[in-house]
């Protein structure tokens, strides 16, 4: 019975001794996500006015630094496209496209871009 009492406390000790990451050294890195773009080729590198041209009017248009949201909403769905400023400066273009079915679920981007694309007068 001592020799068991023995063990359990040279492990005990033992696990004592694990090294605990400090906040410094215990770096957590996002997940990369890849996003396809595929049927988002009429929206994605495109600039505002081609935007409007195909949408119609935006619903919504927020500017934060260099960045600009347009967003675009329909019976179906909301469209958020962000556009940036290409490296080395120029005309802001779509880098990233977002959407939702109107009540906040999910859906498929390049779905709720054929929905706005049918939508009548852009609104």
């Not at 605990?20 to 929206?43: H, K, Q």
């Not at 990233?96 to 706005?116: F, K, N, Q, T």
């Amino acid at each position: 019975m001592k020799a068991l009492w023995a063990i359990a406390a040279a492990g005990t000790a033992v696990s004592a001794c694990t090294a605990i990451p400090s906040a410094e050294t215990a770096r957590i890195e996002p997940p990369s996500v890849n996003y396809s773009t595929v049927g988002l080729e009429r929206v994605v590198g495109q600039h505002a006015e081609a935007l409007e041209r195909l949408f119609g009017r935006p619903d919504a248009d927020t500017t934060e630094g260099v960045a600009r949201k347009l967003q675009f909403m329909s019976d179906i769905c909301v469209l958020d496209a962000y556009l940036y400023p290409p490296k080395g400066g120029g005309r802001p273009v779509v880098t990233y496209v977002d959407a939702r079915e109107r009540d906040g679920s999910p859906i498929d981007r390049a779905s709720c871009v054929a929905a706005l694309t049918r939508r009548d007068g852009g609104k």
